[in-house]
Structure formats: C-alpha cells, structure tokens
C-alpha cells in the first residue's frame, strides 16, 4: 500500500538487473534488482549530464530536473508500465507502475507541483483546506538568504583574489 519512487541508481536498483559489462561498479557483470519495475539498466562508460524541461504524465504543466547517471534503462515489456515523463527533446523517461511504484532518472523531480500534487493524490481526502505553496519561489528565497548571509561574513574580493593566484 505504500508508494516507492526511485530516482537514479534508485530507479536502476527498482528495476530486473544491472549488467555492468565494463565493471564501472565492481568485478560483478550482472546484478540483480529488487525486481519492482520492468526495466533493465546496463551501465555504459558515457555518463548522461544534462538539464531537462518535461512534462508529467499528460499535464500542460513544464517541469524541470536534471539528469546525471551512467547507463541506460529500458522497460522489458512483459508487463504493462509506462513512462510519465515526456522531455522536451521527444524522449520518455520514467517507469510507472500504478500508483505505487515508479522510478525516473530525473533528479529535481519533487520540485514541480504536478508531480508532488499527483503524488499527495490519494491523500487529499484526509487534508481539510489545502494551501498553494510555490516550492521553486521559496527555494530561490533561501538560496538569496544564504547568498546574503555569505557576502555579510566573506571577504568575497579576498577569496577571488586568493582563488587567482599562481603559487
């Protein structure tokens, strides 16, 4: 009855196996998963850094994440699952499986209101008034505090000047 949601090497350990035919994670070449979703993970050498803009399931919504993995998953296709994430470039990512289960290479996923509403859904019963809350907004006020807090105790032209030198 509970949800489990993986995100990165924990999507890859949710899926069937992980071959690692160039041993980037050990001597082993296959391991297998928890077996949770239908997918297979094969670790590559290349590792996958980019940023992303999706959208969640069918919803008008733009969402962003980021990805930064090594390896590619793919659905066997024996049982029915589907992706929920279509990116901006035409490819699909994420494995969902109901409502309970599911797994994605997209870090930074919880950050979008689609997503987090779509998981809080079958909840929403038990909640009596529900708030909008802007999670990105609040984020960025807190890395301007931060910011803030740094500059009023670092000499900031000291720490450039000391980060340029040669010796």
Not at 76 to 100: R, V, Y
Not at 107 to 129: M, R, T, W
């Amino acid at each position: 009855g509970s949800t489990v949601l993986g995100i990165c090497g924990g999507y890859q350990m949710m899926g069937r196996e992980i071959f690692d035919p160039l041993h980037q994670e050990g001597n082993q070449e296959c391991m297998p998963g928890l077996g949770l979703l239908p997918v297979m993970t094969r670790l590559t050498d290349k590792k996958t850094t980019r940023q992303v803009k999706f959208h969640f399931l069918d919803k008008e919504e733009e969402c962003t994440g980021y990805e930064i993995h090594q390896g590619v998953s793919v659905e066997t296709g024996d049982i029915e699952s589907k992706s929920f994430a279509s990116l901006a470039d035409g490819t699909k990512d994420g494995c969902w499986m109901n409502h309970h289960c599911m797994g994605t290479y997209l870090h930074g996923i919880l950050d979008n209101q689609s997503f987090v509403d779509y998981l809080l859904e079958p909840f929403a019963e038990k909640v009596k008034q529900r708030t909008v809350f802007d999670y990105k907004a609040f984020k960025e006020e807190q890395y301007d505090k931060l910011a803030a807090l740094i500059r009023s105790h670092v000499n900031i032209p000291l720490l450039y000047k000391i980060m340029k030198r040669d010796d």
